[in-house]
């Protein structure tokens, strides 16, 4: 049998359609009409709504997200961190003042009815402890020191001194140097008097 299907039909009678009234062919029997993809399309480009798919990232580039992150983790950790120096720094000054006051106990040398003010400077400011006039000349040739502890001025020796300060240097508010010359130390004049409402 040569002839093919076609020519079979149109034997019968049957008449082919004009080109204006074909329906599309239809694959996968049945439905709507198969939509065609781009070209140069892969099948697994498939459009996946209003936006384009993203770009593969480079090789190397850093997730800002990640990076962000990373970053407040490490400014928690530096938080952190300050936050434990500075309380073991308070323990630790907490433990020094604690054995000053130890150390200092029964060995203080102020002088309840002394009235000479010798005047010095501590802490940004000008202070003053009251001596008598045998202290005052100690105090000037060094023989003697003054601490600070809780507030109060302490006239110690010399010795107590350089134990103090071994503790707790900040402590240490009055240590003469007797070599020192006399315009390192103006205060140690009694006549030289300062207003103590003065702030240096």
Excluded at 115 to 125: C, D, L, N, P
Aim: with cysteine.
């Amino acid at each position: 049998m040569s002839n093919s299907l076609r020519d079979q039909l149109m034997g019968l009678g049957f008449k082919p359609l004009p080109k204006s009234e074909r329906k599309p062919e239809q694959k996968g029997g049945g439905g709507r009409p198969q939509a065609r993809s781009r070209p140069g399309a892969s099948p697994a480009q498939k459009p996946s709504g209003p936006h384009p798919p993203k770009p593969p990232r480079e090789p190397g580039e850093i997730d800002l997200a990640k990076a962000y992150a990373l970053r407040a983790q490490r400014e928690q950790e530096e938080r952190l961190a300050a936050q434990k120096a500075k309380e073991e720094e308070a323990r630790r000054r907490r433990e020094a003042r604690a054995k000053l006051a130890e150390l200092l106990k029964g060995r203080t040398l102020n002088d309840p009815d002394a009235e000479i003010a010798r005047h010095f400077e501590y802490g940004g400011k000008i202070k003053r402890i009251y001596v008598n006039a045998e202290q005052l000349r100690a105090l000037n040739a060094g023989e003697l020191g003054v601490v600070q502890l809780d507030g109060r001025y302490l006239l110690v020796t010399a010795a107590t001194l350089a134990e103090a300060e071994a503790v707790f240097p900040p402590c240490v508010a009055l240590k003469v140097d007797p070599n020192a010359p006399a315009e390192d130390d103006p205060y140690a004049d009694p006549k030289y008097q300062v207003p103590d409402d003065l702030v240096w």
